[in-house]
Structure formats: structure tokens, C-alpha cells
């Protein structure tokens, strides 16, 4: 929340709780009040303005129906990382990633690409160089920090 000037006065603790701008990450955030009315919003308080919430009634419900897109967006995200992707976008780096075979009764497995062979590879004891209909997923961050400790040891 950023001071206008001098005679702004400091934030107040529901202002305090304001999430960061559900389109670029800005913690920036100023409050607007429609000028001669009751009604209150939420907006981007960065340069480019990429984000202004609806307004509201009040400051506290500003804030709130700002926080609530703030988490949908977030849960978005979680969506789309959630979501599987055509063989052609899959990481060809060596790092590990689900497949999912459709025409094997929609069998998910550990996958990587062997550059030496110029073929993906899956713990499912299959050397896999047609992969038409295969769709792959990254795996969630967490597994995959679980999976690398477990190499170490």
C-alpha cells in the first residue's frame, strides 16, 4: 500500500491484509473511492495499472472481493500446472516428468527424454519413440523435492 502524500493516513489493519495484485505479483496496491459516492475498490498501484477490483460498498468489502480474485487467480494457476499437455511441449532436458499412456489403459508413469537416443524413456520398462496420443504433466514441486532427497541419500 503506497502513501499518496502526507495527509494520507497510515493503513489501516484491514488495509494491512491487502493480497498482492492477482496479474503481476505487486504488493503495491492502492484503494480508490469513487469521487462524490460511497463505493470503494482495489486497484494495481503500479505504473501500468494491469488490475482493478470491483467496486464495493465499503473499504472492507473492497478489500475482501480484492482478496478473493486474488486466490482465484492463484488457484488458477494451481489448475493449469495441474493440467496435461501434448507430447510436443514436453521438457526434452533429462528431467523427470509424468506420462500418461491412453492406449494402455491410461497408464501414468515417470518419463524422461535420452538425448543420446533421441527417445523418451519411462520407468514403465518401455523405450517410448512414438508417442502420438501421450500427454505428460510436471511433476508438482513438492514430489519432486521429495524425489531429489531421496536420490541423495
Partial sequence: MKAKDKTTPPPSPIEEALKACPFCGSREVDMDKLDGSRYWRVMC?????????PWRDSK????????????EKAVEGLVEAARWRTMGSAPKDGKQFLIRYPNQGNLVALCYWVHVHLQWRSNAE????????CEWLPI??????VREAKEKI
Fill in 60 to 71: 472492507t468489502q473492497a478489500i475482501a472481493a480484492w482478496n478473493r480474485r486474488a486466490q
Fill in 45 to 53: 498501484g503500479t505504473s501500468f495499472r494491469c488490475g482493478n477490483g
Fill in 126 to 133: 518401455v523405450i517410448f519413440p512414438y508417442y502420438q496420443g
Fill in 140 to 145: 508438482p514441486a513438492a514430489l519432486a523435492a
